[in-house]
């Protein structure tokens, strides 16, 4: 059993950073495959990035150069840092985790573990 808080989201202005943390507890991220979602009311959660050993991908072009995901192994914590926020970047952002590699995991259904969510808003 793994459990997962994320943090750092909040209210920021378009053209600006956030960095999301995940922090896992009950086992080591290293044996996992991690992912960020999120998600607006009304539609279906979408993929954001995700990474096992090393290894990350990506979700919409969207966010591709502008969001990116790393692990810090001592802290047990996957970070989301996203860059040159933009309004329709406003959504709930969730940390979500499986057993095992699963490189170019996107679906939400490939996961087993998900944390509360954070909300992250981007005004214009």
């Known amino acids: 059993q793994v459990q997962l808080v994320e943090s750092g989201g909040g209210l920021v202005q378009a053209g600006g950073s956030l960095r999301l943390s995940c922090a896992v507890s009950?086992?080591?991220?290293?044996?996992?495959?991690v992912g960020w979602f999120r998600q607006v009311p009304g539609k279906e959660r979408e993929f954001v990035s995700g990474?096992?050993?090393?290894?990350?991908?990506s979700g919409p072009d969207s966010v591709k150069g502008r969001f990116s995901i790393s692990g810090d192994n001592a802290k047990n914590t996957v970070y989301l840092q996203m860059n040159s926020l933009k309004p329709e970047d406003t959504a709930v952002y969730y940390c979500?985790?499986?057993?095992?590699?699963?490189?170019?995991?996107?679906?939400?259904?490939?996961?087993?573990?998900w944390g509360q969510g954070t909300q992250v808003t981007v005004s214009s």
């Open positions: 009950g086992r080591s991220f290293s044996s996992y495959t």
């Open positions: 990474t096992v050993a090393g290894i990350s991908w």
């Open positions: 979500a985790a499986r057993p095992g590699l699963r490189v170019g995991a996107s679906r939400p259904s490939e996961y087993d573990y």
